[in-house]
């Protein structure tokens, strides 16, 4: 049986710098959904092993309250992912983010050590999820065997600041050098029945930019974004928590097919839009990123 | 003898002071006394001028001697010369045992320790001390109890007589020879003069210095000639840079903006939020954000205020440009923007007094006719007291400013206070020092939730369908110490060094030497 948290909400996904107390020690009130603890690119390369030292207190004395602990370990081609990996386990981390994820193997070598620390410090064996970014072009392309490489893979992020580097141009502020990449990802998240999020928007002064991006993805169908600063979280579930016009007419959808379904009909209108039982799933997923979101009110 | 907010104040405190115990914020409604008076001396003589030549001139000619009393401003914030240029010509003829009155006093007066030190200076009252003074009176080098006191408080103790004012020392932007005042214009432009004002009319000697002096008459006077002694000019009274800044860069703090927001949001669900309501708020880059949160709220639901109270800043000041207030009473501007507005808007943008502003002790000050006001503490405790003097380390470091008056005066008083600071809970058991009692507070907004004063059911009520994180008092302090632990209590000696003074002149606190931390075994 898959891991109960495997598909819970995850609009937002917070970065913090592990070399910063300040940062960890309370990123719960700012609610995002889950926050990503990072021991890759903000820990200074002489302090990796501070970081991982304030990672497993943190992981062990705070009450994220409810908030999901992901931590973002160093790429398989440094020295430090295995040390990495087993903090996390010890200290109880929810999810591990794999950095520079680019083969389904890549994965499978991440999982083998975290099954070994789950073993070595006596935590229940597929109790820590992984999460892999893909960072390449050879990730990109790969997206697929990666989403269907593990149980504990709850999906795929994209990293784009790497990924333009290997796609040898540079983040324009448009979107159209990461159109293809964030298409591939989110087409093959979808196949394997795992989750998608967009890489980060760095530009703080350019918050509506930034509106307009997550308006963007969450249209192309991803799950949540990355994110680098906390201003960010409540324009990230404000589009992707429905509306209360939404939910209302999701639950209309849901309870008339319910019941057209007992009579023998299966084409009808509602609202004065056309509904047959293909808008079925839709109107759940409405329904339940309500409840998931906390906004919903009905009975169903 | 135990306080009405619990304070214990040693008998020997009230009987050098000969005050009373604090008995609560309208203990002292109605109370009948007799102003205090100035004395005067008569300019009859058309010929006489009232200009002096240098410093040493006219503490002579003031009859400057052991013993007085002096009193200072401090619109000039940390950009101010005048009390330093005064005290070391004072310093420099011996002169001892004065008490020093000030408004308040800041880092910029750090050339004062060793004046306290030698016995130049062995009384103090002012709304608060910052910096190496404050180490100072913490270490009990000053002489005589330091007495801490609201701007209101302070003005009530002048125009009542309990403190009288011999020599009052006037930095003035600019002046004419005669005396006339004013804060606009000149080199070091502070918008209005307002804490001045009564030490013009209560003090027996009064002072103008000024580095611009301008033609006769100088009009609209905020300080009128016939308050005043003599005129001295001097090159510089302050350093206009640290007088008033630009406009701060409204906070990107994702914690502020939080707090701004729940601030925000707690004052649109009270039921003073209504066309014609009033409203005061701080500096803090809470405070600003607040009020600019506030402002678009006001635009989208056509709400305007009546009249804005300050210590006012350029957010205060746009929403006079978006005529979103009928008019702003002015006692400090903290920025070139209030500066501006002042003199752009002479018929809406107002300065007052500070007795008009927050004294007690007057038949109606400005502060009782508040709806809201948002403020900034140091330190809250679970019965809603608020600490903005002393340092959580013991030493006086802030001012009470007019944190006690509005908060005594406002309907409903909102307290922003991020839950820690560095590993220093904001909320907790017992304030180090009580300056605010808890029956004046009635909301704590933090980073992590909000609390609102039990005593204040209709605000309970008001909030309970809202979305706000409301929870108690406690659960906040709980919060706090389950993060960084609960501090130990600061180690105190025995010797009392000052007084919080309550705004109706009883005690509400005492502030003691501060012992060397030790460590128990």
Redesign the interface.
Known sequence: MSHPNKKRLRRSMMFLNCQKPGLI??PY??KPDSIMLDLEDAVAENQKDAARYSLFHALQE??YHGVERVVRINGLDTPHWKEDIRVCVAGGADVIRIAKTETAKDVHTVEEHVLAAEREFGRPEGSTLLMAALESCRGVLNALEVCESSDRLIGIALSGGDYTKDLQTVITGTGVELMGARQQMIIAARAAGVQCWDTVFTN?DAMDVFEEEVRMIKMMGFDGKSLV???QIDIVHKIFTPSQKEIIFAEKVVKEIEEKKALGIGVFTVDGKMIDIAFYDGAKRTINLAKASGVYEGDL | MINAVGREIPEEILKMTGKEPYKGAKAMDDHEFTRGAAKVHAVVDPGRSKLAANIREVLEKCGIRDGMTISFHHHFREGDYVVNMVMEEIHKMGIKDLTICATSLGKAHDPLVPMIEDGTVTSLRSSGVRGKIGEAISSGKLKNLAVMCSHGGRVRAVESGEVHIDIAFIGAPTADEYGNLRANGGKSNCGVLSYAIADAEYADRVVAITDTLVPFPNVPASISMTKVDYVLVVDEIGNPARIATGAAKPTTDMRKLRMAEYCTQVVINTPYFKDGFSYQTGVGGASIASTISLTKIMEERGIRMGFGVGGLTTPMCSLLEKDLVDVLVDTQDFDLGAIESIQKHPDRHIEISASEYANPFNKGAYVNKLDYVILAALEVDVNFNCNVVVGSDGVITGAQGGHPDTAAGAKCTIVIAPLLQGRIPAVCTNVTTVTTPGESVDVIVTDYGIAINPRRQDLIDALKDTKLPVCTIEELRDQAYAIVGEPQPVQFGEKVVGIIEARDGSIMDVVREVKEFSFED
């Open positions: 020690k309370d009130i700012y705070i009450d703080l600063n906390p201003r």
